[in-house]
């Protein structure tokens, strides 16, 4: 008697729910049977070519061929075991966009965490290390300043033999003194006078 | 909130209501499928008085069931990341590790898991067709291939633990290998740090720096395991035993695998409660929102084995 009225009722709008067939059903667990077996087999043959003959046959692919199996049987389970081929709206969002969140979450931890030494040695050097450098580099110039010292750069020219070598000297210092300014002239001078 | 007379309806109307006087607030056990409302007209009897329909509070509490599956499907994708990360830093020790897990256990497991799944989908198909007898039934059978699946899970454990086999630092390397501490004993972290504090060279050579470090336990990994490789009926064999980083994976693996296994259980309990409300007739066409509901979560439970499944046992 209650079937009969819910059947006209407008509230008991059970009517509209997608009921799944049994061909469907059992379509899609063949599927995913097949799909474990596959990803068995694949499985156990990449180990035996491994173990055996140290032969890689999927090397980098394996993780990848893995993954895209299991989300074709994840798809097949949320579309039919779990209705969201005929649900469609809001429940498909909600699930696409943890999905969606998920990838991101995913690939911006292994952008930072898959490439840190990579990235570390060539482009950022260390504050600690440069300063380090600098102190090696400052020890090093006091290390060697008493050779320089030992060492007089530039003999003075015997004006006696080399006349026009002071007045060469002082055309240097001119054009010197026009780039440096009047106290750099000024510094200079005073030694070469002598 | 007075109590709509039942003299008043139809004759059929009437007939459904029956005895009950409580209106469209009383549960509807026992077949009261339909009651007379405040407006006079027939409401299903689970229908609460928030909603418009009966459609919209079953969409309204799948879409909340949905919502709680992101969350769920979240809670497992962290782990996933920490699994990512730590495959890309040590690709052997996830080849050496998945050596130990029983491939054929876990295929087993996997086709139980599947199984039920399609019992669940199958239990909902049986409601929304009124066959209670087969809706029981199927959901029993949920209930007893989940419960394979934690039997075969407890042996795989179980036989782990006997081979010492335990997360992080519990796991019980094969004799003469060093562990991850011995190795980083007194190691600086922070290049630059050690000399700050004690300065002079000195220091430095009493601290490995990390890429010494790094070398000894590659050193301890490549090496030991080559030679433990060839000597058998020592301790434990394969290479795992002798990676000082095998706790990693281990822990990896019983966090992710121990709270499916949780999941499994709640999926149990709850399983078991509706094929119990089930047999007293609770659920029919008209309303079997938590059926439903349950089946959606069991689902979710399944794929996410779908993915533990070859990252840890194949590959």
Redesign the interface.
């Known amino acids: 008697?209650?079937?009969?009225?819910?059947g006209h009722?407008?509230?008991?709008?059970?009517g509209?729910?997608h009921?799944?067939a049994?061909r469907d059903?059992t379509r899609?667990?063949s599927i995913?049977?097949f799909l474990?077996a596959l990803?068995?087999v694949?499985?156990?043959l990449?180990?035996y070519f491994?173990v055996n003959h140290e032969i890689e046959i999927f090397g980098p692919f394996?993780?990848p061929i893995?993954?895209l199996?299991?989300s074709v049987?994840?798809y097949f389970?949320?579309a039919?075991?779990?209705g969201l081929k005929h649900?469609g709206g809001?429940?498909l969002l909600?699930?696409a966009?943890?999905?969606v969140?998920?990838v991101i979450?995913?690939s911006f931890?292994?952008l930072d965490?898959?490439f840190r030494d990579t990235f570390e040695e060539r482009s950022a050097v260390?504050?600690?290390?440069l300063q380090?450098q600098d102190l090696e580099a400052a020890a090093e110039t006091e290390r060697l300043q008493p050779s320089f010292d030992a060492v007089p750069l530039v003999n003075d020219p015997d004006t006696g033999l080399f006349p026009a070598a002071s007045t060469a000297e002082d055309a240097m210092d001119d054009a010197a003194s026009a780039t440096d300014g009047q106290e750099a002239t000024a510094a200079d001078d005073t030694p070469t006078e002598n | 909130m007075a109590s709509p007379a039942p003299t008043t309806a139809d004759p059929n109307a009437h007939e459904a209501h029956g005895h009950d006087g409580d209106g469209h607030h009383g549960d509807g056990h026992h077949g009261d499928v339909m009651l007379r409302g405040h407006d006079g007209q027939l409401h299903p009897a689970n229908l609460q008085h928030h909603f418009i329909s009966a459609e919209q509070q079953f969409e309204s509490a799948k879409l909340g069931m949905w919502l709680f599956l992101v969350t769920e499907i979240l809670l497992f994708g962290g782990m996933f990341v920490a699994y990512a990360i730590y495959r890309s830093w040590y690709p052997d020790l996830f080849d050496q590790a998945s050596l130990e897990l029983d491939t054929a256990w876990g295929a087993f497991n996997t086709l139980v898991l599947l199984g039920s799944s399609l019992s669940v989908a199958w239990a909902i198909r049986a409601a929304q067709m009124d066959n209670r007898k087969l809706l029981v039934r199927l959901l029993w059978l949920t209930v007893m291939l989940a419960g394979v699946f934690m039997v075969v899970k407890y042996f795989e454990y179980t036989h782990k633990f006997e081979k010492g086999i335990f997360p992080g630092q519990y796991f019980k390397l094969a004799e003469g290998t060093p562990t991850i501490a011995e190795l980083t004993a007194g190691t600086a972290v922070l290049p630059g740090f050690a000399d700050a504090t004690a300065e002079g060279a000195e220091s430095e050579a009493a601290t490995p720096s990390l890429e010494e470090t790094e070398a000894a336990i590659a050193e301890a990994a490549g090496e030991h395991g080559e030679t433990h490789a060839g000597e058998k009926g020592h301790g434990e064999k394969g290479p795992i035993f002798s990676n000082p980083r095998a706790g990693i994976f281990f822990s990896i693996y019983y966090v992710m695998t121990g709270i499916h296994g949780l999941h499994v259980i709640i999926g149990i309990i709850a399983i078991s409660i509706l094929a119990v409300k089930a047999q007293r007739g609770r659920y029919s066409s008209v309303y079997y929102t938590p059926v439903e509901n349950v089946g959606l979560y069991w689902h979710v439970v399944d794929i996410i084995w779908i993915f533990l499944f070859p990252l840890m046992y194949l590959i």
């Open positions: 008697m209650a079937h009969a009225a819910h009722d407008e509230h008991a709008g059970h509209g729910h009921v799944i049994k059903l899609t667990i995913l049977v474990t990803t068995v694949l499985g156990l990449e180990r491994a394996s993780v893995a993954l199996i299991a049987k994840a389970v949320a039919y075991f779990m649900d809001t429940n909600a699930f966009g943890s999905v969140f998920l979450f995913l931890t292994y965490t898959g260390p504050v600690d290390e380090r």
